[in-house]
T-cell receptor, first 117, second 111 residues
Framework: DTEVTQTPKHLVMGMTNKKSLKCEQH?????MYWYKQKAKKPPELMFV???????INESVPSRFSPECPNSSLLNLHLHALQPEDSALYLC????????????????FGSGTRLTVV | GENVEQHPSTLSVQEGDSAVIKCTYS??????FPWYKQELGKRPQLIID?????GEKKDQRIAVTLNKTAKHFSLHITETQPEDSAVYFC??????????FGAGTRLTVKP
């Protein structure tokens, strides 16, 4: 299995709703990421998990809450979102985060297209 | 933090021609430079990467060059085909904790 699987593919939610995005990989990768991509823009890093521990939180508002239940799963819990949070949310994984001596490219999932109404 | 600039934002070439996309980065400590291709409505996919101890890397019709002194790197696609049409993103960083993407180049290959 060489894929990152994200569910759901599309999500429409109201500003008072609570929902979760799910991401799964079975490649044995030890680093997993959440990225946000607005239309015609590059992906923006939100969170980095390395060995199931949160290592980077790029000043993301608390209405986004990540969770890494195990080495294969990554969730993003959403609560009280705003319309400007509408975007494509991409999950990615890599063998490891990497160091100055070793580097690993991302395998991206297909994303969840989120619309906040 | 790292800042990556990418040019051009759009590029249109005739099938069979070459395409070149250029990126500059700000952090001299960055040492990993991947390129991703994103077709319309699809996920970004890693197509080639280069590390700072190498000046050039080639994979069939795709090549990447790196100039550490000038802090810029480029993607070269030769003999372009319509299926090369996509948005291409460069990225730079020391590791995936600080990877930053360029704004993207929309490449159109006209048959």
């Amino acid at each position: 299995d060489t894929e990152v699987t994200q569910t759901p593919k599309h999500l429409v939610m109201g500003m008072t709703n609570k929902k979760s995005l799910k991401c799964e990989q079975h490649m044995g990768h030890r680093a997993m990421y959440w990225y946000k991509q607005k239309a015609k823009k590059p992906p923006e890093l939100m969170f980095v998990y390395s060995y199931e521990k949160l290592s980077i939180n790029e000043s993301v508002p608390s209405r986004f809450s990540p969770e890494c239940p195990n080495s294969s799963l990554l969730n993003l819990h959403l609560h009280a979102l705003q319309p400007e949070d509408s975007a494509l949310y991409l999950c990615a994984s890599s063998q490891e985060v990497g160091t100055g001596l070793s580097h690993y490219g991302y395998t991206f999932g297909s994303g969840t297209r989120l619309t906040v109404v | 933090g790292e800042n990556v600039e990418q040019h051009p934002s759009t590029l249109s070439v005739q099938e069979g021609d070459s395409a070149v996309i250029k990126c500059t980065y700000s952090d001299s400590a960055s040492n990993y430079f991947p390129w991703y291709k994103q077709e319309l409505g699809k996920r970004p996919q890693l197509i080639i990467d280069i590390r700072s101890n190498v000046g050039e890397k080639k994979d069939q019709r795709i090549a990447v060059t790196l100039n550490k002194t000038a802090k810029h790197f480029s993607l070269h696609i030769t003999e372009t085909q319509p299926e090369d049409s996509a948005v291409y993103f460069c990225a730079a960083g020391r590791n995936n904790n600080d990877m930053r993407f360029g704004a993207g180049t929309r490449l159109t290959v006209k048959p």
